[in-house]
């Protein structure tokens, strides 16, 4: 199978701009994650998508917002960037089902905010 | 929010030595998951750990959950040049199963 694919995998924004990321989980993979890595803060979890639904979400603003689609695609979106969204943003896949599970993460996207 | 602890935050060991990183919970875990991330690259799957106790194996890795369900490690022995790279731990905690909280990992070098 193929695994998670992210695009872009880098990209530079301005303060102020918006920015929409890509993510294509692994075949039959319906659950979704996003997470930012930061030197600073680390890896922090973002939201997850189950079948087009948000089903978590972690604590940042609302100028993050993500969507996912009925092939199990998502993206996340970022809105008025700011310095401090440069970060590595990573994507996670997921098959469904009850309990816990082992997530696939994608390569990432490096955004950088200037 | 719930925290977990990983420490030590960096380890530098000669090839051949051993090495253990920890994860610390307040508050009792629904369940631990170990990744690794070599430098440059996206974090890997290793293991999950569910039960109280349970101690798992990887050829040279070892897991285990604490009994309390709060604490977790990973061993690895006789590390080589592969083994170079950041362990994190990802935690659950009781009631919020399907959300990861990432312990800030272990930067492990191993000198050749």
């Known amino acids: 199978k193929a695994g998670v694919t992210q695009t872009p995998r880098y990209l530079i924004k301005t303060r102020g701009q918006q920015v929409t990321l890509s993510c294509s989980p692994i075949?039959?993979?319906?659950?979704v994650s996003w997470y930012q890595q930061t030197p600073g803060q680390g890896l922090q979890f973002l939201f997850e998508y189950f079948s087009e639904t948000q089903r978590n979400k972690g604590n940042f603003p609302g100028r993050f917002s993500g969507r996912q689609f009925s092939n199990s695609r998502s993206e996340m979106n970022v809105s008025t960037l700011e310095l401090g969204d440069s970060a590595l943003y990573l994507c996670?896949?997921?098959?469904?089902?009850?309990?816990?599970?082992?997530?696939?993460f994608g390569p990432g996207t490096r955004l950088t905010v200037t | 929010g719930q925290q977990v602890m990983q420490i030590p935050q960096y380890q530098h060991v000669q090839e051949g030595e051993d090495f253990t990183t920890y994860c610390n919970s307040s508050?009792?875990?629904?369940?631990i998951q170990w990744y690794k991330q070599r430098p440059g690259g996206h974090p890997v799957f290793l293991i999950q750990l569910v039960k109280s106790g349970e101690v798992k194996k990887q050829k040279r890795l070892t897991f285990q959950f604490g009994e309390a369900k709060k604490n977790s490690s990973l061993h690895i022995t006789a590390t080589q040049t592969t083994d170079v790279g950041t362990y994190f731990c990802a935690v659950s905690f009781s009631g919020s199963a399907r959300q990861l909280t990432f312990g800030s990992g272990t930067q492990l070098t191993v000198l050749p």
């Open positions: 075949s039959g993979h319906r659950s």
């Open positions: 996670a896949s997921s098959s469904s089902g009850r309990g816990f599970y082992e997530q696939y």
């Open positions: 508050t009792t875990l629904s369940n």
